[in-house]
């Protein structure tokens, strides 16, 4: 059986191999790349995809324990690799820095808007924490789902709830359903366009075919008019009829 695994280090999401069964929310102890980290099962898989661990299984208290103290020895960590980014004059900025629950390695994650030559710096990093360091560069919607929050909707980010990946996001998408164009309404926490517009964007695109599109010339009862407005799930469209402003179901209408 293959499970997706939510670390607390911030990390992707990875999928993992198990030969025992485990629930959604169980807290277990993985192997990864021969280190030890405590996840969350997020999801059975049941496609089978390739796996990057096995679960050594569920964590016990003595475990969540080690892991808080991971916690905050990672906080200690993220301090100190902030003052020698600094002194290394990187134009860099330090996100996170994990330890996986044995130490073995240093997850380090940060934002440049440049690429930066980190390997005076790696070497530092190497030689101060004495264990193998794991530098990301990661983007704004990483760095979303890595600190959450709710989203414009009320509820907490999708990113950091339950999305494995990103998907591709096109302003294409806020068009089919007829929604403001105003990328304040339409960017998320991360300042990129929210990761819900392509929730209902097949719906959209297939029900759009039946829609004419903004003005087009149409054929009414009452005459021609154009179209200015469209109600894609109320099934009407908003036209001007001389100097008056009707609405017509879809399918009371032709396009000229």
Same mark, same amino acid.
């Given at each position: 059986?293959?499970?997706?695994?939510?670390?607390?280090?911030?990390?992707?999401?990875?999928?993992?191999?198990?030969?025992?069964?485990?629930?959604?929310?169980?807290?277990?102890?993985?192997?990864?790349?021969?280190?030890?980290?405590?996840?969350?099962?997020?999801?059975?898989?049941?496609?089978?995809?390739?796996?990057?661990?096995?679960?050594?299984?569920?964590?016990?208290?003595?475990?969540?324990?080690?892991?808080?103290?991971?916690?905050?020895?990672?906080?200690?960590?993220?301090?100190?690799?902030?003052?020698?980014?600094?002194?290394?004059?990187?134009?860099?900025?330090?996100?996170?820095?994990?330890?996986?629950?044995?130490?073995?390695?240093?997850?380090?994650?940060?934002?440049?808007?440049?690429?930066?030559?980190?390997?005076?710096?790696?070497?530092?990093?190497?030689?101060?924490?004495?264990?193998?360091?794991?530098?990301?560069?990661?983007?704004?919607?990483?760095?979303?789902?890595?600190?959450?929050?709710? #989203?414009? =909707? %009320? &509820?907490?980010? @999708? !990113?950091?709830?339950?999305?494995?990946? /990103?998907?591709?996001?096109?302003? *294409?998408?806020?068009?089919?359903?007829?929604?403001?164009?105003?990328?304040?309404?339409?960017? #998320?926490? =991360? %300042? &990129?366009?929210? @990761? !819900?517009?392509?929730?209902?964007?097949? /719906?959209?695109?297939?029900?759009? *075919?039946?829609?004419?599109?903004?003005?087009?010339?149409?054929?009414?009862?009452?005459?021609?008019?154009?179209?200015?407005?469209?109600?894609?799930?109320?099934?009407?469209?908003?036209?001007?009829?001389?100097?008056?402003?009707?609405?017509?179901?879809?399918?009371?209408?032709?396009?000229?």
């Amino acid at each position: 059986m293959n499970y997706e695994i939510k670390f607390a280090h911030g990390e992707d999401n990875i999928f993992v191999a198990s030969d025992k069964n485990y629930t959604v929310s169980d807290m277990v102890l993985v192997k990864v790349d021969k280190c030890k980290m405590i996840g969350r099962v997020i999801r059975e898989l049941s496609e089978s995809l390739a796996t990057e661990g096995v679960i050594i299984g569920l964590a016990t208290s003595l475990d969540i324990e080690l892991a808080e103290k991971v916690t905050r020895d990672s906080d200690q960590a993220k301090v100190k690799v902030k003052a020698l980014v600094k002194s290394h004059g990187l134009d860099m900025k330090v996100i996170e820095a994990k330890y996986t629950l044995d130490y073995k390695r240093l997850y380090i994650s940060f934002t440049s808007e440049h690429r930066v030559d980190f390997r005076a710096l790696l070497k530092d990093l190497a030689s101060n924490f004495k264990t193998r360091i794991a530098l990301r560069q990661i983007g704004p919607r990483d760095v979303a789902k890595t600190f959450g929050g709710l #989203g414009p =909707c %009320g &509820r907490p980010l @999708c !990113c950091s709830e339950f999305m494995g990946e /990103f998907p591709n996001v096109s302003i *294409k998408m806020a068009k089919n359903q007829a929604l403001s164009l105003n990328q304040n309404k339409l960017n #998320g926490l =991360c %300042g &990129r366009l929210m @990761c !819900c517009l392509t929730y209902e964007d097949d /719906f959209y695109r297939q029900a759009r *075919k039946n829609f004419p599109d903004f003005g087009d010339v149409i054929k009414t009862a009452d005459g021609q008019a154009r179209v200015i407005g469209l109600n894609i799930l109320g099934n009407t469209v908003k036209v001007r009829l001389d100097n008056a402003v009707r609405d017509y179901d879809v399918t009371e209408i032709e396009v000229v």
